[in-house]
């Protein structure tokens, strides 16, 4: 089972960009699908983004596309987490996941899970 730690939360005003960072550990990286979630204060953990294991290919939930990037760099076992033009809206716990096969985008789907690293927009 791999683990993830994640970094890179923080503050930042409307309209900032902040970077996460994911490292993993106790596993081949490369087999892994990974995915950022996010979850709010009294809301549902929700999806932002997936990427293959290969980085190939990805996928982001209609409210983060065109603003956020998903990529990965096998060779450091990590998967990061660009985001730009940050919104209010965006405040959240977010999550870093892995999945052995396909992509998926349901929380349930990934079996393995980071601790999570708060970011907060200011508006």
């Known amino acids: 089972q791999v683990q993830l730690v994640e970094s890179g939360g923080g503050l930042v005003q409307a309209g900032g960009s902040l970077r996460l960072s994911c490292a993993a550990s106790?596993?081949?990286?490369?087999?892994?699908?990974m995915a950022w979630f996010r979850q709010a204060p009294g809301k549902e953990r929700e999806f932002v983004a997936v990427i293959t294991r290969g980085g190939d290919m990805s996928k982001y939930d209609d409210s983060v596309k065109g603003r956020f990037t998903i990529s990965r760099d096998n060779a450091k076992n990590t998967v990061y987490l660009q985001m730009n033009s940050l919104k209010p809206e965006d405040t959240a716990v977010y999550y870093c996941?892995?999945?052995?096969?396909?992509?998926?985008?349901?929380?349930?789907?990934?079996?393995?899970w980071g601790q999570g690293t708060q970011v907060t927009v200011s508006s």
């Open positions: 996941a892995a999945r052995l096969g396909l992509v998926r985008t349901t929380a349930v789907s990934f079996g393995s």
């Open positions: 106790g596993g081949t990286f490369s087999d892994y699908t």
